[in-house]
Structures are given as C-alpha cells and as structure tokens.
C-alpha cells in the first residue's frame, strides 16, 4: 500500500490518495477564505461604527473621490477575475499555455488596477486629504475631524485591499515559470484552483468597498 | 492492543533502531524539519526559553512587591515590569504551548495519519512564531512596553513612550503562527483520519483541539486587523480610535476583546483535553459521558465569542448590554462544569494510580474549579464593579491561566514524554515538583484574591502596608512555584540519558498514540492503522507501570 503511489507524480507523501489531497487543499483554503473574511471584517466593521455615527462627514468625504475612476477599476478587476477563470480552466485541462495566458492576463489587470490605485492616491496626497499631520480640511469646517476619519478608513480599507493584491501577484509570478514547465496536471493542480479562489475573494472585497466608499456620496444629501 | 509493557524485559522495551530522533542529526535537519514532531520539539524548546523570560519578570515583579513602597523599580520600570510578563506569558507561551508542542506531536499520531495536512505550512508558522517572537525581543532589549499586555488606545497610540509600534508588529507577525496552527489541525482532523476513525471515536484531546483551532482561525485574524489599526495610529497618526477626530478608543476595547476573551479558551480547551486523557488513563475507567465531554468543547469554543463584552462593565458600555454579557458570562460555566462533573464521574469508583500526570490532573481540577467559579463572581454585574482592577481578577485569570493551562501543559508533558523521548523519569522528583507547583500557587495566588477583596488595584507597585503580609506569602508562594518550574527541566533533560526505556506504552494507555514505537518512527506507524474500537476501552488494558522511584540514582 505504501510503496503503491510512493511514485505518484505530485502527490505528497503523507497522504493516501489524490482525492484526499485536493479535499485537504480546498478545505485548507476555505479555511483560510473564512480568517480573510476575519480580518476584513474588523475594517468593516470600524467602517459602519463610524458611518452610524457620523452620516453626514462620511457623503462629505465620499464626494471627494471619482466615482468613475472607482467604476472603471471595478471593471479591471472584474476582467482579472475572468483571466484567472481561464488559468485555472487550463490547469484542469491540463493547457500549460492557456495557464501561463491566464495568469499574464490576470497580472496584467491587476497591475492596471493597483496603476490607477496610485495614481488616486497621489491626488490625494496633493490635496491634503491623507490622514495625518499633513491633513487639510478646505470644506465644511463642521465635519473636518469626522471625514478625516472617513479617509482613514478609506486608506486603511483599499491599501488593505490592494496589500492582498500586491501579495496575490507576487505569488503569480512565482507560478508563471512553474505553469510553463508543466507542473500542474489535470490530476494536481490544487494550487492554481485554490489560488483562484483566494484572487475571486479579493475582487469580492473590492465589490464591497466600491459602494461603501464611492458610491454613497452620490445620493443627494443627508437628513442630518 | 498493544502487549503488556509493563512485564516486559529492557530488551524487549528497548526503542527501536529508526525513530524520528535519529533519522539525521544536524541542525540543517532540524530547522528544514517539516515533520509534525520535531516541529513540536522545535516549539517546545522555544516556548519553554520564553517561559523564562516571562519568568524573570515575574519574579522581579513579586520581589518589588515585597514591600509597600517603591523601592526596587521606579514606577515607570514596573509598568514595563507587568506588561512584558503579560506579552510574554500570553502571546508567546500560553497561547502556542499545548497546541504547538503537544497538539502538534500527538494529533496525527492520535488519528493515525502520517503527519498533518500541510507539514510546510506547520514549518512557517513556528518561524512566524520565531519572527514575532524577535520582534518583541527587540522592543524588550530596548526598555520593552508600557502600555499592560491589553494595548488600550489612546495611552497605548498616542501618550506611551515605550515600544509600542515593534511589539504590536511581533504579536501581529506571531498571530499567523496561530492561524496557520489553527488551520493544519483542522484539515488534519477533518481529512487525515485512519480508516475507522469515525467523530465519536476520537479522544478528547483531539475534540479540544478542534474547538481550539476554531478559535484560532477565526479569532486570531480580529487580533490582526486590531493591532494593524493601533500600529497606523501610533506610526503614521492615521485615526482610527482617535477621539480628537471623533474616533471611539472603546471600540479598540471590543475589538481587543473579540480576540482576546476567546484566546483565554484557545489557552484552556487543549488543557481540558490533557486532563480528559490522564483522567482515564489513570482512573482504567472510560470517560463519563464522552459525548458531552466532546461537544462541551464545541460549546465553549461557540459561546466563548459573545462573551466578550465582560471586559467593558466600566468602559461606558451601555447597561443593557453589560446585562447580556453577564448572562452569556453565566451560560458559558455550563459546558465548563460539565467538563469537571464528568471527570469527577469517571474518577469515581475508578482504580486510581497516582502517577506524576495523576497528580498534576488532579491539582487541574481544585484550581481550575476555583477559577472558574471566581469568574461567576466576576460576571456578575454587582461584585465586579466593586473587584473590577484588583488582585481579585488578577487571582482569577492566575488560577485559570496557570493552575489550570499550564497545569495541564505540563501534566501533558510528563504523560506523553515517554511517548516523545522514549524514556521515563524520576518518579520521585516529579512527585515532588507535582507537589511544588500545587502548594507554591496557591500560597502565591490565594492571598491575591483576599487582597483585591480588600481593594489592593492591580498593576501598582506602592501599596498601604497592611496588605504586606498578604504580599509577602504570595511572593514566599512563588519561590516555591519556582523551584516546582525548574526540577522539571532538571530531570527531564536528565531522563534523556539516564531514564530508563519506556516501551510503547508505559502506562497502559488505550489511544493509537500508544500503538506506535517510543521514540515514533520517522512517518509514526509501520502502516496505517484501522480502528475498530471505542476510545478509553480501560477494561482489560495493561496495567500502568511505575516510575522509577530510585532517589539514590538520581541523586549521584
Ligand atoms: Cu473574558
């Protein structure tokens, strides 16, 4: 019994068949999927604490940001997550190329995504509107302090979110040159399909962030 | 079952020639290691040198307490004195050490897999464990923290002048060792079980760990995201619990508490299923009511995340919520008690051995009783707001914390070593050191509820001197506590090259653990086992052997 699949290709020692590995990766992740929703749910909640508290500063500090250029990076994101169903499509069909298409699409996405990203952030930089001691309040004087509050959360919630991002692509380029050398086979490619479920989880974030951050500000004004 | 150990001859308790000990030798081999069992050595070792450190504190706070004035430490210096014996004792011993050293030995062996699911991911997280770890052993080499182990915003992000920033970032690093531990247990246990080892088949020990982990993945995270907003705040000033920008420092407060109260039962749960398996081992009954026994496990891991709100009866939380949280409070002592009645049940007309382990399970269950029934009383809604900040809570979670984890952690020890080195100890001295621990804590604690009672506030080191007396015999308790820590590691390293040979199963235990050589080889059993029987069958199982009880060996 041992000695049976001491030989079988990608399968590690300790476990006694392929399917009891692939059940233990996705269990794995899914475990793992529940500590991410964890650990964004103390930003969330912070999140709704403060809008609770404070209705008004948060439309105030939502007109500032573009909501277009939300839009359009909800897009972005949305594609990367279309180029990752493919990488992971062709590792179960076992296309090492149609793989190594899907990931460069992905990165190349996620790469506008996070351009774009910076770019937002330097407008804000240059309008005084990143929390701290360089933090300006030009509007309405009566909410300053509480949509300072908003921006930190508006930086501690997307610089979160694109901190999962920069480590999900820094993974992918370690994958790249596995993909093109063959490692993963319809029989073993826990990795790419568990990877893909951690990428989906991060566009799902941003799915959530995008309303919460650039869309309220566009409802008319506030009973407050 | 296994043959009778106890009449064997030495030759035939001999270890065998391959075990995972002396599968290779060089350090290369051990910090490269992903087996489940070296990686438990590698934590035992590492938890066992910050145990000290959080010792020495410990000591120099009991030796400053001394007197009613000031004298030794200047006020600022005890404040870094208390909040480095917290850090260290919680975050870097209490937390990993039954789950990472014995959990992590025993779980794949006990559900008879080779090892757990991810053995590269089990090797990261004692290096997360080792990362964190430095961290904090840096801000400590600098004057260490202020601020008390709770981090409390916004002293904790705006006001200290100690290393706040390098200690969140340690136990932030640190918390992924948790997690990743969390998660490898549970995949293990879900996935990796020997054909036969159905749910109800599993020993205790495995069920506390699976309510452990859950606490783990799901409550480490909050820990995270908590201590990546005070770091911000400190680093950065960006607000998050800032009240200058109308930010709430008592949300800081629930969110630390969210982690913080489930993490007293992610200390505790793996010691109820230490003493689940010394108690039956040693009383040759099976437990009373395994299944209760079980899924109070479950309970407690469940309710142990809305109690939380116990912590915040004075931090302006509003009245009908503290009502809420001191009834929750109450329903948890259920699943608790029912642990200690089933125990109490299983001891029962049971035949007792009063081995070492025995001995230290027994201690578990008078302090952990008192403890728990402690926390009843603080609750309750009236007495904590009269003991609410003095030695009375201190007492409390002392009795929780190290009459009942770390009793258990090292009633562990001593059950499982042989397991672990293949060798037995001295059953003299750990008699004595058993015996040690039991009296030097509670002449160090008990006077500690006596004097909150009376109004003595925690974290002050000058005090009026009518509470001297009661300072002094809890510092006397703890020399004691003392000299019952250090024999273990006297005789214990003793036992490597001395003891005698264990066998397979020195004390005629019935788990698969039991099955496999001492020292395990390196991938744990010749082959898979099945199982086909009900855990703690005791009837008709090998008597327990006794310990050697040569003083004169011993000793020259
Ligand atoms: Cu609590």
């Not at chain 1, 699409?105 to 790469?111: E, V």
């Not at chain 2, 001394?66 to 430490?73: A, F, I, S, W």
């Not at chain 2, 230290?360 to 609750?379: E, H």
Request: glycine residues 10%.
């Amino acid at each position: 019994m041992a000695d049976a699949h001491a030989h079988a290709p990608g399968l590690a020692h300790h476990f006694e068949s392929y399917e009891q590995q692939k059940e233990s990766a996705f269990l794995g992740m899914w475990i793992f999927l529940a500590q991410e929703i964890m650990f964004f749910s103390g930003l969330f909640t912070c999140y709704l604490v403060y809008r609770v508290l404070y209705p008004h500063a948060f439309l105030v500090g939502s007109r500032e940001l573009d909501w277009r250029i939300g839009a359009a990076n909800t897009v972005v994101l949305l594609l990367s997550s279309f180029t990752m169903v493919v990488a992971v499509l062709g590792a179960k069909q076992g296309r090492r190329k149609m793989i190594v298409l899907g990931l460069l699409g992905t990165l190349l996405f996620g790469g506008i995504f996070l351009g774009v990203k910076v770019f937002e952030y330097g407008s804000k930089w240059e309008h005084h509107l990143v929390p701290g001691p360089y933090f300006e309040w030009h509007g309405d004087p009566s909410v300053g302090r509480e949509v300072e509050l908003f921006f930190s959360l508006y930086f501690g919630m997307t610089g979160m979110h694109a901190l999962h991002m920069v480590i999900g692509m820094g993974i992918m380029l370690v994958m790249l040159p596995l993909a093109w050398r063959g490692k993963w086979t319809p029989q073993n490619h826990n990795f790419v399909e568990g990877f893909g479920l951690y990428w989906h989880f991060v566009d799902i974030v941003w799915i959530f962030l995008f309303p919460f951050l650039y869309l309220i500000g566009l409802s008319g004004g506030s009973s407050h | 079952m296994q043959a009778t150990a106890s009449a064997a001859t030495p030759e035939a308790v001999r270890p065998p020639r391959h075990h995972y000990l002396n599968v290779d030798y060089g350090l290369r081999s051990w910090l490269l290691t992903t087996d489940h069992k070296r990686i438990g050595i590698l934590y035992l070792l590492s938890i066992t040198f910050f145990f000290a450190v959080g010792g020495i504190y410990a000591t120099l706070i009991r030796l400053e307490l001394l007197t009613p004035q000031g004298d030794l430490v200047s006020s600022d210096t005890y404040n870094r004195l208390f909040t480095m014996h917290g850090v260290m004792m919680i975050f870097f011993f209490l937390v990993p050490s039954i789950p990472a050293v014995l959990g992590n030995f025993l779980i794949p062996l006990m559900i008879g897999a080779k090892d757990v699911a991810f053995p590269k991911l089990n090797l990261a997280s004692w290096y997360m464990y080792m990362i964190g770890a430095g961290l904090t052993m840096y801000s400590l080499l600098h004057g260490g923290v202020d601020t008390g182990w709770t981090f409390y915003t916004p002293f904790s992000s705006s006001y200290s002048n100690s290393f706040v920033a390098a200690t969140a970032l340690g136990i932030f690093v640190n918390g992924f060792s948790s997690i990743f531990t969390g998660l490898n247990f549970l995949v293990t246990i879900h996935r990796m079980r020997a054909p036969g080892m159905t749910w109800f088949r599993l020993p205790l020990f495995i069920w506390s760990h699976y309510a452990t982990s859950l606490i783990m993945v799901l409550g480490t995270p909050v820990l995270a995201i908590t201590l990546v907003l005070l770091f911000l705040e400190r680093v950065f000033q960006i607000g998050f619990f800032d009240p200058a920008l109308g930010g709430d420092p008592v949300l800081f407060q629930h969110f630390f508490w969210f982690y913080s109260h489930p993490a007293v039962y992610i200390m505790i749960l793996p010691s109820l299923g230490v003493i689940s398996e010394i108690v039956a081992a040693f009383a040759r009954k099976p437990i009373f009511g395994y299944k209760f026994v079980a899924l109070a496990s479950m309970g407690i891991a469940i309710l142990g995340f809305l109690v939380w709100g116990h912590h915040l009866f004075l931090s302006s939380q509003s009245a009908y919520a503290a009502l809420v949280f001191s009834v929750l409070t109450m329903l948890i002592a259920v699943p608790s008690a029912i642990k200690v009645f089933n125990w109490m049940a299983t001891l029962y007309r049971g035949s007792i051995e009063y081995s070492t382990p025995m001995f230290y399970a027994l201690g578990f269950i008078g302090l952990f009783t008192i403890g728990g029934l402690t926390g009843l009383m603080l609750g309750t809604l009236g007495i904590d707001v009269h003991v609410h900040d003095t030695y009375f809570v201190v007492a409390h979670f002392h009795y929780i914390m190290v009459g009942g984890a770390l009793m258990g952690y090292l009633g562990g020890l001593h059950y499982w070593w042989p397991k672990i080195t293949g060798r037995l100890y001295s059953g003299f001295w750990s008699h004595l050191s058993a015996l040690l621990v039991f009296l030097g804590f509670n002449l160090t604690f008990f006077p500690q509820f006596i004097l909150g009672y009376l109004g003595m506030p925690r974290r002050y080191h000058v005090y009026p001197p009518e509470f001297q007396v009661l300072h002094v015999l809890s510092t006397a308790g703890a020399s004691i506590l003392a000299v019952g820590y250090l024999l273990p590691m006297v005789y214990f390293i003793w036992s490597l090259k001395y003891g005698d040979y264990a066998g397979r199963n020195p004390w005629g235990a019935v788990g698969l653990e039991w099955q496999a050589t001492s020292p395990p080889a390196l991938h744990n059993f010749e082959e898979i086992p099945v199982v086909d029987f009900e855990p703690y069958q005791y009837k008709g199982a090998p008597v327990a052997q006794r310990l050697p009880y040569r003083i004169a060996k011993y000793g020259a």
